[in-house]
């Protein structure tokens, strides 16, 4: 069993093709994308500047829908037109799709909440009662074929603890706090600390783990920065300050993990029964959202993982927002979801989108960015949470899966019939300009027209 274990691990460092990766006491660090890497023999044989670079997805989650009224877009192109509640896109909408009308059908007529949430990436039917059963999501499958490509295969990431117990429907409260599934049985475990997706990221454990991850590796960072171009040595300087910058974050989180498990120790409680911030979680939720985006794109720009999922506000959140001037908590203020106190969590998460995004689209990959050869998807699990209707869910796609999806569109399907706005559909449509061909997946055979 270890062997294999090695084995599949010296096929997914092989597998970094165009990367190189920096070495310290007990650290691994990916570098991005750097074109004259191959250039001095280092790295992968084959030509930087001419293979393809790889895509990647991502699935962003906000629970409790939107602001109806207050979510749209019409036209194309440089005339395209977002609502109050998409503004923050603005500076991307050439590289974003706003889709209406699509739906989960599985996820209708069986109760709120968890019934609405437990299969939106998959598309399965799922139980209610003690044993949970749904089915693999779609960025799972990804993660399962191209995952092999990199030392990690998928990053499953969330900003609210989940919850335990049942909802009055008799669904597991389980569907509400996950939306990415390894099999029909069992949901992901997602990773809430960002000390320790931060970790995970570059390998890093042991001993030494408080220490400077760049600090460990700078002999060989000064090394090879002798070795590349004057513009590669300027990327590579850049990402190492990003690096730096999220490290600096990470080490007050890490200190106050650490002191969260002695006071869970000596009052003999778990550390998940204890509330934010005494579980050891950022007590504000902007720190936590933007420390997760930058490690989803630290994870990206190295290559160390083409599939993420981020649960930026889970179902039946109880996420609260003081800085916003809101006093309720995200569920409660969904059920008025026409006032201004509900915009303003709606407008606040798709900023967070908007944050990565661009973030990404600042690093280079050859001729294009990161952004250019990604998809990120963004939806909620219903429209309106004042009626918690979800005969359609709102949906934004940002990116090009490298020039293979057209952007810059609204797209409405709401009246093109119930078999022609399946989400599942979507899913087969993405995973086909992946390379991950399905007959069908969920309840959808064929793929979204026009997407």
Same mark, same amino acid.
């Given at each position: ?25 007990? !650290? ?17 044989? *084959? ?11 991502? #699935? ?15 036209? &194309? ?9 998409? &503004? ?7 590289? /974003? ?11 209708? +007529? ?21 044993? /949970?059963? +749904? ?39 389980? $569907?509400? *706090? %996950? ?17 320790? =997706? ?6 890093? @454990? ?10 460990? !590796? ?27 910058? #999220? ?16 006071? =869970? ?42 599939? &993420? *999922?981020?649960?930026? =506000? ?6 609260? $927002?003081?800085?916003? @001037? !809101?006093?309720?908590? %995200?569920?409660?203020?969904? %059920? ?9 969590? #709606? %407008? ?21 960015? !990161? ?21 359609? #869910? ?8 490298? @020039? ?12 093109? +019939? ?34």
């Amino acid at each position: 069993m270890i062997n294999k274990r090695h084995d599949v691990r010296r096929k997914r460092e092989k597998a970094l093709s165009r990367r190189t990766l920096l070495r310290g006491a007990g !650290v691994t660090m990916a570098l991005p994308w750097l074109e004259s890497l191959a250039g001095f023999g280092i790295g992968s044989a *084959s030509a930087a500047t001419t293979a393809r670079q790889p895509q990647r997805f991502a #699935v962003l989650f906000m629970g409790t829908g939107i602001s109806p009224g207050r979510w749209w877009a019409k036209g &194309a192109g440089a005339g395209l037109e977002l609502s109050e509640s998409l &503004a923050p896109l603005e500076p991307l909408k050439a590289k /974003i799709n706003v889709i209406d009308g699509l739906f989960n059908k599985a996820a209708t +007529g069986q109760g709120i909440h968890p019934a609405m949430t437990g299969n939106m990436l998959s598309g399965v039917p799922i139980r209610k009662g003690s044993i /949970i059963q +749904g089915g693999i999501t779609m960025d799972q499958v990804l993660a399962n074929r191209i995952g092999q490509e990199t030392l990690q295969p998928s990053m499953v990431l969330a900003c609210e603890r989940a919850m335990t117990g049942f909802h009055e429907s008799n669904f597991s409260n389980a $569907y509400s *706090s %996950h939306i990415s599934w390894q099999s029909s049985e069992s949901p992901v475990p997602n990773e809430m600390y960002p000390s320790l =997706a931060f970790d995970s990221l570059f390998e890093n @454990g042991g001993r030494l783990r408080n220490t400077s991850v760049l600090d460990r !590796v700078k002999d060989h960072a000064l090394a090879l920065s002798g070795k590349i171009s004057s513009t590669d040595k300027l990327k590579l300087d850049e990402y190492l300050a990003s690096v730096r910058e #999220v490290e600096r974050s990470i080490e007050r989180m890490r200190t106050d993990k650490d002191k969260a498990e002695d006071r =869970a120790r000596d009052a003999g409680r778990p550390l998940f029964a204890m509330k934010r911030p005494q579980d050891g979680l950022p007590e504000d939720i902007r720190d936590h959202i933007r420390l997760m985006c930058d490690i989803v794109a630290l994870g990206f720009q190295t290559d160390k993982t083409r599939v &993420a *999922s981020l649960l930026l =506000a889970r179902d039946l959140s109880a996420l609260y $927002y003081p800085f916003l @001037g !809101v006093s309720k908590q %995200h569920h409660g203020a969904s %059920h008025y979801d026409t006032e201004e106190d509900y915009q303003k969590i #709606v %407008h606040f998460q798709v900023s967070q989108l908007a944050n990565l995004a661009r973030r990404l689209d600042a690093m280079p990959e050859g001729e294009s960015t !990161v952004l250019d050869n990604s998809c990120l998807l963004f939806l909620s699990n219903m429209w309106s949470g004042a009626k918690h209707d979800n005969k359609k #869910v709102p949906v934004v796609t940002i990116g090009g899966l490298r @020039g293979t999806l057209k952007t810059g569109r609204a797209l409405d399907y709401f009246e093109s +019939g119930d078999d022609n706005r399946k989400l599942c559909s979507l899913y087969l449509s993405i995973m086909d300009r992946m390379g991950v061909e399905l007959a069908e997946f969920g309840d959808a055979k064929t793929r979204l027209a026009g997407f």
